[in-house]
């Protein structure tokens, strides 16, 4: 296997680390792994190697906004996502499906102003059966999307809303100070999934497959979230967890579950965050001082 392929090959697991850091120190990792040989294949060691200590670097990654404002950045994405993938999958009105990609794409991209009105907008026309009347949802809801029915439903697009406030409010108050961060396009794979799942052959709606894929992703996501907090010991993860989970515990706690499955999927969910809040405010480790012979 030629060393131009190896070499390759470590480049693009290098992706793994922060832009700044594989300009100042690629040409260097790179050349330590090659190690001189003229031909060799990729090790799938140093390869993990690689993807783990890019995720750490990215987690240590500085960003201007405090670690208040990038949570609950990345906790409005992930519920601005869950909204989009469920419009998808209720086969939602395409002025409704554009409005909610519209948000999505203005909290990727760290826009809080333009964020703003989207998300109130999701609100609002989620909530109209219960701040108008039933009758709000009949006929326009070709066009301004599904309405739900009962409060406890609406929880986490309150949570959408009052968030995509606050980031507001900071921003216009510190223009500089709060400057959000650019979240990779990669987060568009949950969308794409729901969009695969609503139209794969002989899916059913909401079918078990759906829920699978559901609660496998936010496993993963959750469990990512106490390994960079378990690096970078920030609470920002443990914001993103709480912004995303705790409204969706409000409907088991009213409405049980009427399955162990449903029960055991919320529990999780709860351990998960619950065990990332403890690792964001365990103090670090002490270093043992060592006293000289």
């Known amino acids: 296997m030629s060393t131009a392929f190896t070499e390759g090959w470590y480049r693009l697991f290098l992706r793994a680390f922060p832009r700044g850091h594989r300009i100042e120190y690629g040409a260097e990792i790179i050349g330590t792994l090659l190690n001189g040989t003229s031909r060799r294949a990729p090790s799938l060691r140093e390869t993990a190697g690689l993807l783990a200590a890019g995720f750490a670097a990215r987690t240590r990654a500085t960003t201007a906004a405090p670690w208040w404002a990038d949570g609950l950045q990345l906790g409005l994405l992930m519920l601005a996502l869950a909204n989009l993938a469920y419009g998808i999958a209720d086969h939602s009105s395409p002025w409704w499906l554009v409005a909610s990609a519209a948000l999505v794409g203005a909290l990727l991209r760290g826009w809080a102003l333009v964020a703003l009105p989207l998300a109130l907008a999701v609100a609002l026309s989620t909530g109209r059966a219960m701040l108008l009347g039933t009758q709000a949802a009949s006929s326009p809801s070709q066009i301004l999307g599904p309405a739900n029915h009962n409060w406890v439903s609406l929880a986490p697009y309150g949570v959408l809303a009052i968030g995509a406030v606050a980031l507001a409010a900071g921003r216009a108050a510190r223009p500089r100070r709060l400057r959000l961060r650019a ?24 079918g078990e497959t759906w829920q699978l894929v559901r609660a496998g992703t936010e ?21 993103a967890a709480a912004i995303y989970v705790l409204p969706g515990v409000a409907s088991p706690l009213t409405n049980p579950p009427s399955n ?14 619950l065990a990332m809040v403890a690792t964001a405010w365990r103090p670090q480790p002490i270093p043992e001082r060592r006293h000289p012979q």
């Open 260 to 273: 162990p499955q449903g029960t055991g999927y919320w529990l999780t969910l709860t351990g998960l965050l």
């Open 183 to 206: 979240r990779p396009l990669w987060w568009l794979v949950i969308p794409a999934a729901s969009l695969a799942l609503t139209y794969m052959p002989g899916s059913r709606e909401y």
């Open 219 to 239: 496993s993963i996501l959750l469990l990512a979230g106490m390994l960079a907090t378990a690096i970078a010991r920030s609470p920002r993860w443990a914001l």
